[in-house]
């Protein structure tokens, strides 16, 4: 799997303006790698992941999946979000087997992938609970198993454990990693929180506020599970920490400038 | 299902059982003082519009038992006839106003369309209807159509608010997962839909209830209860005439709380509340 994206242009129409998104983005995203998108709200990085989803049009550039254009949303890539959008109508089981039954796979083979991946997220038990039965945590175990049950050549993650408290989130980090390291999965993930990159990435990307563009990008390189309090983690975390603070008073001093002006 | 969840829903079901008390006291409550009211004005006031609920109780009682003078029919076979109208104007209603009301909300194109020529008929009052109705439909159809214009609005009112309420995230979920317009519509849009079926169902039922007298002012093909109403009070019968009203507010409450009923159990057994 390759995830190659090229001068990226994304604008909204805005009165009579238009508010560009992002800017002349270009990222090449390898095979099982875990990449993850760092920037300030407003910085368009969730534009960028519906984009890739197909769930939002570009305006300009390329973005291709194994050299296919993505010209919409497509099985090929799963998407996991931050509101969990769980079908509260169906079951754990019937919300993995979702995809499976667009895909018009039987019934008995369907029953026998959901559970595999019941079992890889550690669901097992409630596999016939509806969504409002379980906690947050536990919600977002259903939209990765869901997600994948579809192979999906590259999972989407937008701000995926945004909504839970510290310690489910911190729980399901580690879970993910384990989730990430058995099925060889690529994985782009959004996130506002450094601490929340630097413990899963292999690759930060850090964008600037609107327009979003890349600012920089870091490698990380470290074995994992990850120390976060390792002096290494530190050190990292406040170095990001300070680039995205700069993009921040950037874009406030901009924004008091522009309205100033009018 | 662990302790804690376990203790949770038995400490639920306590408050539930408590709650389900306090409806039945304080309902009663109402409906006893609102009768001693009307007994005492009834009594006081002495005018002949106005019978006690004595009278009207047995007014009531005999309707069932003897066939009106006027009509030649019992109330069984009033509320028989009023019934099967009903439950024909109702279910054109639901065939007609489901599927409109799913289309309407899911396409934007389809929705511009129609909605002018809704909003036009909307606000008309079924009753302006009625003689139209009576003369090129006959006295069975008739007075079915006039019920279904007062059940269809609402519904369908209801449907397309439905629609439009689906969770956008849910949808975007669907196609993530490879789900293409029609598979949307069918997979999601319709199922999270239901629950605003069904208020729109309890909904229509009371209006349905409401437009009974119109649709049967001029017929009384095989009786019915509206007509009972109508003519028992243009000839002064005033006690026979609450009676009847009596009977239009049982049937009310009964099919509006079956139909509520199977509205909360249906969203429950969905995980929708």
Aim: charged share 20%.
């Amino acid at each position: 799997m390759t995830l190659v994206i090229k001068g990226l242009n994304k604008t909204f129409p805005k009165e009579r303006d238009k508010l560009t998104a992002i800017q002349d983005f270009n990222l090449e995203v390898k095979d099982e790698e875990f990449v993850c998108v760092l920037g300030p709200s407003g910085c368009g990085k969730t534009t960028l992941l519906r984009i890739i989803a197909g769930l939002e049009t570009k305006t300009d550039g390329s973005i291709q999946l194994d050299g296919k254009e993505i010209i919409g949303p497509g099985s090929d890539r799963g998407m996991v979000f931050q509101e969990f959008a769980l079908f509260p109508w169906r079951s754990t089981r019937k919300n993995i087997e979702f995809g499976l039954e667009i895909r018009k796979i039987s019934a008995k083979e369907r029953e026998k992938i959901a559970q595999k991946y019941i079992d890889l997220v550690g669901l097992r038990g409630f596999e016939n609970s509806h969504p409002y039965e379980l906690s947050g945590g536990m919600k977002q175990r259903v939209g990765i198993a869901r997600a994948l049950a579809n192979e999906p050549k590259v999972l989407l993650m937008d701000e995926p454990f945004g909504a839970l408290d510290a310690q489910t989130r911190n729980l399901m980090q580690k879970e993910l990693l384990r989730i990430w390291k058995e099925t060889k999965k690529t994985v782009i993930f959004i996130t506002h929180s450094v601490d929340e990159a630097c413990y899963l990435a292999d690759r930060i990307v850090v964008m600037t506020s609107r327009p979003g563009t890349i600012k920089e990008i870091f490698d990380i390189e470290w074995e994992r599970p990850r120390d976060r309090a390792s002096v290494e983690f530190a050190t990292l975390r406040k170095k990001i920490l300070a680039e995205l603070e700069r993009e921040v008073d950037r874009f406030s001093t901009e924004i008091a400038s522009s309205s100033s002006g009018d | 299902m662990n302790a804690q969840t376990k203790g949770f829903s038995a400490w639920l079901k306590i408050t539930k059982n408590r709650d389900r008390l306090q409806t039945f006291v304080f309902g009663l409550i109402a409906v006893v003082v609102f009768i001693a009211v009307w007994a005492l004005a009834a009594d006081f006031l002495d005018i002949v519009y106005l019978p006690g609920p004595l009278q009207v109780f047995d007014a009531f009682i005999t309707s069932f038992s003897q066939p009106d003078p006027s009509m030649g029919t019992t109330m069984w076979q009033n509320i028989w006839a009023s019934l099967q109208r009903f439950l024909y104007g109702f279910l054109i209603a639901f065939i007609v106003a489901v599927p409109l009301g799913l289309v309407m909300g899911f396409s934007r194109k389809i929705e511009l369309l129609t909605k002018p020529i809704v909003e036009i008929f909307r606000p008309i009052p079924p009753i302006a209807w009625v003689s139209l109705f009576l003369i090129a439909l006959g006295l069975f159809w008739g007075p079915i159509v006039v019920i279904f214009i007062g059940v269809f609005f609402p519904l369908l009112s209801n449907i397309i608010f439905g629609v439009k309420s689906v969770d956008r995230y849910l949808i975007d979920a669907a196609k993530t997962l490879g789900a293409k317009r029609l598979q949307v519509f069918i997979k999601v849009i319709f199922p999270a839909t239901v629950p605003y079926i069904m208020t729109g169902i309890t909904i229509g039922l009371g209006i349905g209830w409401m437009c009974i007298v119109a649709a049967e002012m001029v017929s009384v093909f095989g009786g019915g209860v509206g007509y009972y109403i109508y003519i028992n009070g243009q000839i002064g019968r005033f006690a026979s005439m609450y009676g009847g009203m009596v009977v239009i507010a049982i049937l009310g409450i009964i099919t509006v709380g079956l139909s509520r009923f199977a509205e909360n159990r249906l969203s429950k057994q969905m995980g929708m509340k």
